[in-house]
């Protein structure tokens, strides 16, 4: 196995002052010109080496804010920087230090997996004897070298993925930005992608990962912002977001969904309850936070029964994500 | 020296995808001779009018036949465009160090070089069925140079409708909407001497006109002054479609 340190930064680079932030976003905003506002307001910072996250729904904004930073989109309003370069004014140093995988991809079907990561190269300047080096390197870590020779057209999901990322890796980038990596993804190439990060944050490369899989974000991200209609609306490491809200959570659906306002009032004053949320999106659930849920259960639904608000369903759950995304949003969240 | 290296090594990019076309080659060899031999066998009486000027139809059609397969191969540069974009090699391409202009100038040199030797091709065939190179070797360049700028100039045009439509179905309209009418002001088929006035003013103003005269002068060996004023011009009407091309990388940009 090839080492982990041929994604760390480029050894020509000057050492950095270790107060440089390696990604930021100032109050980023996109508005498209059919007055689509993507992004209304978007500020987060990743420092050098870390693993950020930005989780969020579908048509979040994530992808937008990763184009902005990886100099693809043009904000229209706040600024984004790359260890300290705008990434409007200095578009073209920013894209020296950057590497990108793109959530449309990026691999040439017509060219070989070789040619792909040759044009990478190239386009990099990266002298020819090097680069050659690069490539069989980059094609024996990510387990392309049998299929090196064939056109990217006759690869699998799995095997284009993996192209792209290490496209995203020949000029050894100081920051890799992950957009969706593993949507579409089956189970099994999910699980190597996911082991990929994991070796390259460990080299020491930033990284900036977008997913709408409450999982991945949980697993992979040393610190996560969750986005929501283009706007962030909780930060920081998944523990800590989840420790925010200490004990379990109590999923209600309700028979009749007329009487949510009713059953959370009701909910609301009973001891051991530390909160109660409806979903913007289902009028017949109910949730509440509970100290703990073992003991806390027969109370919630004795005193439902007693007012005589009927429950169809019932679930007790570990605070997850699901959970920060619910508190902050106030709508549940779904994967697809 | 960046911006050339850049698009050398985009324009490689392309030939190795269209040598891995065997169809697209092969097909793109027997159209320019079926188009000279179609065309040469419909029109073949129409050298006979009063005041068309010219002996032999295949003499004067050949020149106009290389200038509108530059003319239709290149409209379709733009597709080829769109495939990046939609596969999201653009974005790739964008997010590196390389210099935009080279993106649009690699394709332009594919299209250029392309229609160069289609036009080669076609000057041989007509020879074959009886035309004569009366400006020698170096008209027969001349024909296939007038070819290749019209061919770059066309292709930055449809490139850039790929970037401002982002849409198959636009870039296909606009490219229709441009180029038959684009034909029919020009002398590609038809002696100017039988063109209504309205189209002889329309032809002098219209670039594809200039790249069939320039040719036709080039293969007759004819006004050799006038051949480089035209050549000039088709250069200038290149780099300013070029130009337009690489400024709607800014609108894209901002669409995106």
């Avoid at chain 2, 985009?10 to 159209?31: E, G, N």
């Avoid at chain 2, 029919?184 to 069939?212: C, D, E, H, K, Y």
Wanted: with cysteine.
């Amino acid at each position: 196995m090839t080492s982990v340190d041929s994604a760390a930064p480029s050894a020509v680079e000057a050492p950095r002052a270790s107060n440089v932030l390696a990604i930021e976003a100032r109050d980023l905003k996109k508005t498209y010109s059919g007055g689509v506002e993507a992004l209304r307001g978007v500020s987060f910072s990743v420092r050098p080496g870390e693993v950020f996250g930005l989780l969020g729904p579908n048509g979040a904004g994530k992808s937008t804010a990763v184009k902005i930073l990886t100099t693809l989109s043009e904000p229209t309003g706040g600024s984004g920087s790359v260890f300290g370069f705008d990434v409007v004014r200095d578009a073209r140093e920013v894209r020296r230090r950057i590497g990108c995988v793109a959530q449309a991809s990026g691999v040439d079907h017509a060219a070989t997996g070789r040619e792909n990561l040759e044009l990478q190269g190239r386009l990099f300047r990266i002298p020819a004897p090097e680069l050659k080096r690069r490539v069989d390197e980059l094609l024996d870590l990510f387990a392309l070298a049998e299929a090196a020779h064939r056109p990217a057209r006759t690869y699998s999901g799995g095997m284009k993925r993996r192209l792209d990322v290490a496209m995203g890796l020949v000029h050894r980038p100081e920051v890799l930005f992950l957009d969706e990596p593993t949507t579409g993804l089956d189970p099994e190439s999910r699980a190597v992608l996911w082991r990929e990060v994991r070796r390259l944050a460990s080299g020491g490369l930033t990284l900036l990962l977008t997913t709408h899989y409450l999982e991945e974000a949980d697993q992979l991200a040393d610190r996560l912002a969750i986005v929501d209609r283009g706007r962030i609306v909780a930060e920081g490491t998944p523990d800590g977001l989840k420790a925010k809200l200490a004990g379990d959570r109590i999923s209600l659906q309700l028979v009749e969904s007329g009487r949510g306002g009713e059953a959370r009032q009701l909910l609301g004053g009973l001891p051991g309850v530390t909160g109660v949320l409806a979903d913007a999106d289902r009028a017949d659930r109910v949730y509440a936070h509970v100290v703990d849920g073992a003991h806390d259960l027969p109370t919630v639904l004795g005193a439902l029964e007693r007012a005589g608000i009927g429950v169809a369903g019932v679930a007790l759950t570990r605070p997850s994500l699901d959970d920060v995304y619910l508190n902050a949003t106030g709508h549940a969240y779904q994967e697809s | 020296m960046e911006f050339l290296r850049d698009t050398w090594i985009l324009f490689l990019r392309l030939v190795r995808a269209t040598m891995r076309m065997p169809v697209f080659i092969i097909l793109s060899i027997a159209q320019p001779i079926l188009w000279v031999a179609m065309f040469g066998a419909l029109f073949r009486s129409v050298v006979q009018i009063p005041g068309f000027g010219a002996t032999s139809y295949v003499q004067f059609l050949a020149p106009g036949v290389a200038i509108m397969t530059a003319l239709f191969g290149a409209a379709h540069s733009g597709m080829g465009m769109l495939v990046d974009i939609e596969r999201g090699v653009l974005d790739r391409l964008l997010a590196t160090p390389a210099a935009r202009g080279s993106i649009i100038a690699a394709r332009l040199l594919n299209s250029g070089v392309q229609v160069f030797l289609q036009a080669g091709l076609i000057i041989g065939v007509a020879m074959l069925l009886g035309a004569k190179a009366q400006g020698g070797v170096s008209g027969i360049l001349l024909v296939m140079l007038s070819a290749s700028l019209l061919g770059a100039a066309v292709a930055a045009f449809s490139n850039a409708v790929a970037l401002l439509a982002r849409r198959q179905e636009t870039v296909i309209a606009v490219m229709n909407f441009v180029i038959l009418p684009a034909t029919f002001t020009s002398s590609m088929l038809m002696s100017a001497n039988l063109m209504p006035g309205w189209v002889q003013r329309a032809a002098n103003v219209n670039p594809v006109n200039w790249a069939i005269v320039a040719a036709r002068d080039g293969f007759e060996g004819t006004a050799p002054h006038e051949l480089l004023v035209r050549l000039a011009l088709l250069a200038a009407f290149a780099l300013v479609c070029g130009l337009f091309a690489t400024g709607s990388f800014g609108r894209y940009r901002r669409a995106m």
